[in-house]
Nanobody
């Protein structure tokens, strides 16, 4: 079983910053991709940013230059630094992990989500 716990969401004014954290645990043998997604009310979940095992990041066009994904393997944590936030960024943000367990089984796991609200 792979468990993900997000934190760091909250209310921030336009132009502000937040850093989301995702701590993962479980019987993980290998992680292929770490990612952050978001879902606003009435909309589909969308990829915000991801980072592969070799450290290559990928960003949605809407967040390029504002958001940065990073990882700390020693802490089993994935981060999403969000700068220059706008009301459009208001969503529930979800952490996602894809990889393989110690028993050789593939996994695609999600956290419970953390609310980010950008408003004055």
């Amino acid at each position: 079983q792979v468990r993900l716990v997000e934190s760091g969401g909250g209310l921030v004014q336009p132009g502000g910053s937040l850093r989301l954290s995702c701590v993962y645990s479980g019987s993980i043998s290998f992680i292929n991709t770490r990612g952050w997604y978001r879902q606003a009310p009435g909309k589909q979940r969308e990829l915000v940013a991801s980072i592969t095992n070799d450290g290559s990041p990928n960003y949605a066009d809407s967040v390029k230059g504002r958001f940065t994904i990073s990882r700390d393997n020693t802490k089993n944590t994935v981060y999403l630094q969000m700068n220059s936030l706008t009301p459009v960024d208001t969503s529930v943000y979800y952490c996602n992990l894809q990889g393989r367990t110690v028993w050789g089984r593939l996994f695609d796991s999600w956290g419970q989500g953390t609310q980010v609200t950008v408003s004055s």
